[in-house]
C-alpha cells in the first residue's frame, strides 16, 4: 500500500478517537510516502492522554537499506522486535480509505477500501521519535479473502475500536495477538473513495 486517504479535519478524528487534537492543522486529504499525515500517540511527557501529532510517512531504513521504510511485515525482524516491545512505540494512523491495485502492468486498476460501518478507521502503526525524522510505519498482516486478489502479499493491519487501546499500552506478547487480518465482511471496495 502506497496511497491512503483521512478524509476528515483533525477536530472530527480527535472526537472520533477520543483523542486531544492540539494544534494539529490537519483539514483532510490524501496521504503518500514522504507526506505528513496525523497519528495518534501517547504524550512525550508520559500520563494516559493520547493526542494528534503530524508526523511523516515513512520511517528510517535498516543500515543496509536506502528508502524510507512505509509498511512493516517482519514482524520478528531484530530490526523491529525492539520498537514493537515498547508500547510507546506504538501508535493508531487513522484513515478513511486505501488505496488497491488490480490488473496487469501498463493496465492497471485503483479500487478503494473502505469500512462501511466505520468512516474513521485506525491502522496499527509503529513511530520513530527522531527529532530529525518524526515518521511513522503501518504494520501489515495476511490478506483477508476479500483484498488477496488485489494485493495476495499483504493488507495493512486494521484495528476494531475496542483493540486500539490494547495496542497501545499492552506488553508485545499480547499485542501481537491483534496482527490479523481485518473481516473482509466488514469492508467494501469501490473505484473511489467514499464521500465524507
Not at 511513522?136 to 486478489?149: K, M
Request: hydrophobic letters at 40%; a positive charge.
Amino acid at each position: 500500500m502506497n496511497l491512503y486517504r483521512l478524509d476528515a479535519p483533525a477536530a472530527a478524528i480527535a472526537a472520533a478517537f477520543d483523542v486531544n487534537a492540539g494544534r494539529d492543522p490537519w483539514t483532510g486529504d490524501y496521504v503518500t510516502p514522504g507526506r505528513p499525515a496525523p497519528v495518534i500517540a501517547p504524550d512525550s511527557r508520559g500520563g494516559l492522554r493520547r493526542y494528534l501529532r503530524p508526523k511523516l510517512w515513512g520511517v528510517p531504513p535498516p543500515p543496509q537499506g536506502t528508502q524510507p521504510v512505509t509498511s512493516v511485515r517482519n514482524l520478528s525482524s531484530p530490526f523491529w522486535i525492539g520498537t514493537l516491545r515498547h508500547p510507546e512505540l506504538r501508535c493508531l494512523i487513522p484513515a478513511t480509505s486505501f488505496a488497491l491495485w488490480s490488473g496487469t502492468a501498463g493496465a492497471r486498476r485503483q479500487h478503494w477500501a473502505s469500512l462501511p460501518g466505520r468512516p474513521v478507521f485506525a491502522f496499527a502503526g509503529i513511530q520513530r521519535q527522531n527529532e530529525d525524522w518524526p515518521g511513522f510505519a503501518i504494520l501489515s498482516t495476511e490478506p483477508n479473502g476479500l483484498l488477496e486478489r488485489f494485493n495476495p502479499g499483504a493488507m495493512p493491519l486494521i484495528l476494531a475500536p475496542e483493540d486500539h487501546e490494547r495496542w497501545l499500552t499492552a506488553e508485545w506478547r499480547e499485542a501481537s495477538r491483534l496482527v490479523t487480518p481485518y473481516p473482509g465482511y466488514l469492508m467494501a471496495i469501490g473505484d473511489a473513495p467514499p464521500r465524507p
